[in-house]
DNA sequence: TTTTGAAATTTGTAGGATGATTGGTACATT
DNA sequence: AATGTACCAATCATCCTACAAATTTCAAAA
């Protein structure tokens, strides 16, 4: 079989030695990497190679330079800034499509393959949930909301699943937030997802997707109804 | 409300109306984008800019360089890019789950919101697979049979769910090419997915979903068997 | 202690020079 | 007619130097 030969070019190959520095954790997101200067001269390349390599990194979310200050790392998987920056510029509905296709199949897999420590994890969230429904901390219960639907998707074990879920999730949270800050009422989901968590503990597929389907129905309305207000 | 001074700097300017020049049609794909003088002066920017600005799409997956030959668009969007290069380092059975829980949810939109053109579509890519079966043509099948998902996914309606199916269908797609390059027994599917276009006709969701669900359970098994003869 | 301001550090932009690769043309060879 | 060779022009790849702009650092001044 015939195979396109691959001559990599200089800026491609630090390009992808600098991807591999931060996937493995070598460079931690936060922390400022090496000056021009150095990196020149580590990876034996000119200026201009150099930074033709960390701007397209720049480009793709994982690195943020700062005139005089320097180049911090952003993010540690490009699929996600790609994902953010493509749903910016899509419906919101649309959002809530896709991300009850993935959080249906994700509940699937995860009333198959949950272990114990997913299960702690899932009834602890409620738990937290609840005592911020209590203490009327509003802004609380919308963060473990979120951690717990993230959770679900953990559960899943299937890392492709993770990686694509997780800027959506993202996305949805700051629409909350912008809501709340509105004033806008927000219907708690009272219930707490105790029957999802029922149906996973109990490795019911179905139960779960139809759960799943369920709530996002509520969610979709509630941002249909809000879209037609304006 | 103070928001953050958004000083662009010129390489993200220029590489933000490359962008649009591709998404928008002006440069289509396959196109020589004019050569790095005649950009340098149309943007008023230094070589080094401009390059930068490139360099960033072509890492990004929508420009290709070729040194001596010219700059040529390769794709116009570069989420499908992203996740390719992020589907390629992950599990083949992962990327199959992922691929059903997008083609469940848009086989169920497609069932409420097929036009009749979605129809025609369907029945043609049909019609045309059975006459390739006939000739026993199954390079072609495989690419029609593609074209047949895709275009659920298109009767969806969710451009959201196009753009992340699509670079998975490709991945896929060459994967079933290296199956069939390596003489491996491949099972063509012999009912043709009527059972699903009647199912998206007569606008039955739930039939929809499970007849998704019950072929990539079949091609999940052949997958299976495949890594394990291994 | 806080403020100010100069110096050092770091990235942003510009321009020029040379090398490598590709595509095309003309011409000779088979 | 098909193939091989030599050459030329266009284009990107890489390197270099220089200066500008933003930020940080740190010592001096209030």
Redo the contacts between chains.
């Keep these: 079989?015939i195979q396109k030969t691959n001559r990599m070019n200089l800026?491609?190959q630090v390009?992808s030695q600098i991807e591999q520095l931060i996937g493995s954790g070598h460079w931690q997101i936060g922390d400022r990497i090496p000056p021009e200067m150095e990196l020149m001269e580590k990876f034996d390349v000119s200026r201009?190679t150099l930074?033709?390599?960390i701007?397209?990194?720049?480009?793709?979310g994982l690195l943020e330079t700062r005139q005089g200050s320097g180049t911090i790392v952003r993010s540690t998987?490009?699929?996600g800034a790609?994902?953010k920056?493509?749903?910016k510029k899509?419906?919101l509905l649309?959002?809530i499509?896709?991300r009850?296709?993935?959080e249906?199949?994700?509940a699937q897999?995860a009333a198959e393959h949950r272990s114990e420590t997913d299960l702690a994890k899932l009834e602890e969230y409620i738990q937290l949930s609840r005592q911020a429904v209590e203490n009327k901390d509003y802004e609380q219960f919308i963060k473990l909301d979120i951690h717990f639907h993230q959770a679900i998707v953990s559960a899943?074990n299937?890392?492709?699943?993770i990686?694509?879920y997780e800027p959506l999730a993202e996305i949805i949270y700051s629409f909350v937030q912008d809501l709340m800050a509105m004033n806008k009422p927000f219907k708690y989901e009272e219930e707490l997802h105790i029957e999802l968590f029922t149906a996973i503990r109990n490795q019911d597929k179905h139960a779960a997707a139809t759960y799943v389907e369920d709530y996002m129905e509520v969610l979709r309305k509630e941002v249909v109804e809000m879209i037609e207000e304006e």
């Design positions: 079989m800026v491609e390009a201009n930074r033709e390599a701007r397209a990194l720049v480009h793709a998987n490009a699929l790609a994902i920056r493509h749903v899509s419906a649309e959002t499509d896709v009850l296709a993935l249906k199949q994700a897999l899943s299937n890392q492709l699943l990686d694509l």
